[in-house]
């Protein structure tokens, strides 16, 4: 019935992703990517009490313009799948609480849009829904509490820290006859290097990111060179230059088509971020507002969106443990192309 | 391709819940189930430092001793499912981490076994993977420092609260042709009726399984006479009373096939353990050692399995928030029949 190598999965009727969404908050829209998103949002807590409300109201917000883009009711998704950072992923469940939709939830930390996008394809190829949407977040201060410090500690923040992004990026997936479409995906296996230093999750992440790239060249017969673009969600400055070590290991050069979402974000020079973006919502966002647009206009034909998750929660850090990381991949292309990438 | 009726799925070529194990502590083994679990652990620590890290271990055991049933190595897994309570469900990506096997997290809070099953068992039908594992667990001690205070502080427990369970269930779906069969899927849609009580999840969880069961029931034209036996989580016994409130509304008389694995897992005459058992593990761990023998002997011809999830975090309910609740639901069958359930 369908073109397999595991685990990377080539779908058959390569669906569609027929429409976006993203919010950011106001230093994401200060940032040389400010000009892409839908929604940026001056007030950092979206008109609520707490961070974690503020959270769930940008996601919220950002489903409500998905709806909006894609002209329907939210009583026309067959499914959500949605996951976040914030402890037991409430900010997709009391964000999206209101929508009488059934919910998937799912954690990939900051690569849970690819995550999400994987398995919502999956289900749309298969037949079992049309349509699905996918959404992920993260915000600033909701985050900095959750997994270093509460921000009226004033902490100081080490040159290779990175700066979780208050984002939020949401994609429509449908069995529709429209670009981009989503050509195969491969699923993360959890890599673990003994990283210890929450402080350096670019670190934590890159050989995830390095083992996903290269599994699903590998099995592909492709090269970098037949990507316009090979996407991670936030390695941030130092986790790329970790990323290029990695994949020259497997054979791939992949320095010239790479870009990195954490490394977009920001303008460290004035915006002082030091390594980068991160967050869920760093990649979800940047996704939705400059790639997505660019694969449907053509401008890129194909593109590889290998979002990053480091697996770490506060506690186990406290006890010592390294951090794991995790990066599922998403190819997304202009054409549904049963003319297949080389 | 297939029959559907959104948002419950039926599925045309039924995946095989090929094996499974389970793994409980010494209390639960103490307990009415104690007969029919594969691991009994007096160590609560599972030989780790950590409470966290115990459970952590007791994820790596119940997929060791999953591979050892089903004969298998762990790279012939072609993907886990797998998600629990800790913060950022580091009991699963920490125990599995050694895998070396594609990873897809979720959060279901209690109903992380069905939304897994449901997930493993769409990628199967749809003939994306052809083994895929499904784990989840909750320890006592891990749960109650996450979610209401640390046990060394000595808190009092209310009567409606309910026990954590140390417990941990895997399953291996496969698109073998060997009983049980998963039959049908219904994904949960968020419900909150505004419960605030974190000692009264049972209270919070009921609406969610009431609306997933019905809407199984409407979609299948199916009675709750058509099953042995309707299973639910972890709803306690104030949760199943509402439960039957909340179904009759619907039309439907659930008591006499009801059971719910919280009420079974213990005794609370002697065991001190109020309103039943709860935890990601309570469910899991009763499916793999009670329901799927039964059904692969052809004791039980039919069920449903309506796992249910409190999406609380300990931080909204400090900040008032109400706590909402979620149901994913497997229809478990001894026969892959041509002939459907009535």
Request: charged residues 20%; proline residues 4%; hydrophobic residues 35%.
């Amino acid at each position: 019935m369908m073109e397999q190598s595991h685990p990377c999965i080539l779908l058959n009727r390569p669906p569609s992703a027929a429409a976006w969404a993203s919010t950011v908050g106001k230093k994401e829209g200060e940032g040389p990517m400010g000009f892409c998103f839908d929604i940026i949002e001056e007030d950092s807590h979206f008109g609520q009490k707490t961070w974690e409300q503020a959270e769930s109201e940008m996601q919220r917000r950002t489903m409500q313009q998905l709806l909006i883009t894609a002209g329907l009711k939210s009583d026309s998704l067959d499914a959500v799948f949605a996951g976040d950072l914030v402890n037991q992923c409430t900010s997709s469940t009391f964000g999206l609480r209101h929508l009488d939709v059934p919910f998937l939830g799912i954690y990939g930390a900051c690569s849970t849009m690819a995550e999400g996008l994987l398995l919502a394809s999956l289900c749309v190829d298969g037949g079992y829904l049309n349509r699905a949407a996918v959404l992920t977040s993260s915000h600033f201060s909701s985050a900095e509490r959750q997994f270093r410090f509460p921000l009226s500690y004033g902490a100081q923040r080490t040159p290779n820290a990175q700066w979780t992004c208050t984002a939020s990026g949401a994609v429509l997936v449908t069995n529709e006859d429209r670009p981009p479409y989503i050509r195969g995906v491969c699923a993360g296996i959890v890599r673990d290097y003994g990283i210890t230093d929450a402080n350096n999750m670019g670190a934590a992440m890159a050989p995830a990111a390095a083992d996903t790239i290269s599994r699903y060249l590998d099995a592909t017969g492709t090269r970098p060179v037949d990507y316009d673009v090979i996407v991670t969600g936030d390695l941030g400055v130092v986790g790329s230059r970790l990323l290029y070590r990695l994949t020259e290991q497997n054979g791939y050069e992949i320095a010239k088509q790479h870009k990195d979402c954490g490394v977009m974000m920001f303008d460290d020079a004035t915006q002082d971020t030091h390594a980068g973006g991160s967050g869920c919502g760093c990649s979800a966002s940047i996704l939705c507002g400059y790639f997505l647009p660019k694969l449907r206009s053509g401008e890129y034909r194909n593109i590889l969106f290998a979002a990053t998750g480091a697996l770490l929660s506060p506690m186990l850090c406290q006890q010592g443990e390294s951090i794991p990381g995790i990066s599922h991949l998403i190819h997304f292309s202009h054409s549904s192309g049963k003319e297949r990438t080389k």
